[in-house]
C-alpha cells in the first residue's frame, strides 16, 4: 500500500478536503501523512521582493518584511488547521495511521517535487477561484516527481473509494497509472476497466482492449469488470467522468496523465487538461 503520502501546501490554506482524502487512503494500509509546509527562502524572497518593488515603488526592506509576516500568518493558520483536523480524526504522530506537520525552505513547488521523490503518493488539492490546476504547480509535481498524484474532487464526492475506475487507452501513460495504482486496486471491492469510443469503428477495439487489461488484472488476483462508453457527438472527457461519478459511482478514478506534450494539452485541450479542471470525483494521475 501506499506508505508514505505526501501533501504538499501548494496554497497557503490547509484544506481539510485534502487531508481527509490521504486520510482515507492512509487507512487502506495502515500509512503516514506528511503535511509539507514551505517557507520562503532568501532567494524567493527576493525574486518577488525585485517584482513587487517595481510596481509598487515600496522600500524593498518594507516588501521583504511584509513577505515575512505574511508567511508567519499563513504558518499559524495552516498549523491550526491540521492539528484542529487531526484532532478530530484522532491522528498522531506515531499511531498505525500516522500524520506529521513538517517545515522547509524554498519553492513550494521545487520542494513538493523533491519531497515527492521519497514517498509513495502526492495529494494535491484544488486551489480556489480564479487559479487552475493545468497551469499551476500540480501539473509540475505529474511529469517531474516520478510519482502518482491523486487530486481532490472537484466538488463533494460521497463515492466509496474503495470503487475504482480506470480511464482505459493503450498509452504508456495509462500502463503506468495502471501499475501505479496497484496498491489501491488491490483493496478495492469494485474495479471498473471503461474504454470510451470516440469515432466510427473504435468500439470493437476499444472493447477488445479493456477486456485485455481485465483479464491482465485478474492474473494478479482482481475481479475487475471491462467495459465501453461511446461519446458519440459528446466530448469524450464528459462522457468517461459522467460515467465514472454518476453511473458506476467510483471514488476514485485512474488515468493517465499528460500523453501529449505539455504545451499541446495547453493548445487544445485534452482528457489531462479537462480532468484537472472539473473532474466531479478523485483522480489518480501518474505519467
Not at 2 to 30: F, N
Not at 98 to 126: H, K, M, Q, W, Y
Not at 136 to 164: F, K, M
Request: with cysteine.
Amino acid at each position: 500500500m501506499y506508505k508514505s503520502i505526501l501533501v504538499p501546501a501548494l496554497i497557503p490554506v490547509c484544506d481539510p478536503d485534502t487531508l481527509d482524502l490521504a486520510t482515507q487512503v492512509a487507512r487502506l494500509g495502515d500509512g503516514r501523512i506528511e503535511y509539507l509546509y514551505v517557507h520562503p527562502d532568501a532567494r524567493e524572497l527576493a525574486r518577488y521582493t525585485s517584482s513587487l518593488d517595481f510596481e509598487s515603488g515600496m522600500f524593498t526592506q518594507q516588501i521583504w518584511d511584509t513577505l515575512v509576516e505574511a508567511d508567519k500568518i499563513c504558518l499559524a493558520r495552516a498549523r491550526k488547521a491540521f492539528d484542529a483536523f487531526c484532532a478530530c480524526e484522532k491522528l498522531t504522530s506515531e499511531g498505525a495511521v500516522s500524520a506529521a506537520f513538517r517545515e522547509t525552505e524554498g519553492n513550494p513547488g521545487e520542494r513538493a517535487i523533491a519531497e515527492a521523490r521519497f514517498g509513495d503518493l502526492v495529494v494535491i488539492g484544488r486551489p480556489p477561484a480564479p487559479e487552475d490546476l493545468t497551469t499551476g504547480e500540480a501539473g509540475d509535481v505529474l511529469i517531474a516527481s516520478g510519482r502518482p498524484v491523486l487530486l481532490t474532487a472537484s466538488g463533494e464526492c460521497h463515492n466509496p473509494l474503495t470503487t475504482v475506475v480506470i480511464a482505459w487507452k493503450e498509452s504508456a501513460a495509462s500502463v503506468h497509472a495502471v501499475e501505479a495504482a496497484m496498491p489501491l486496486l488491490k483493496k478495492a471491492q469494485q474495479i471498473h476497466v471503461l474504454g470510451v469510443v470516440e469515432g466510427d469503428g473504435d468500439e470493437a477495439p476499444v472493447r477488445r482492449s479493456a477486456e485485455r487489461l481485465a483479464e491482465t488484472l485478474k492474473r494478479h488476483g482482481l475481479k475487475p469488470r471491462a467495459s465501453h462508453v461511446r461519446a458519440g457527438t459528446r466530448d469524450a472527457c464528459e462522457v468517461l467522468l459522467e460515467t465514472a461519478s454518476q453511473k458506476l459511482e467510483a471514488g476514485v478514478l485512474v488515468m493517465g496523465g499528460y500523453g501529449h506534450s505539455r504545451a499541446r494539452e495547453f493548445v487544445f485541450g485534452g482528457f489531462t487538461r479537462h480532468v484537472l479542471g472539473t473532474a466531479p470525483l478523485p483522480v489518480l494521475l501518474a505519467h
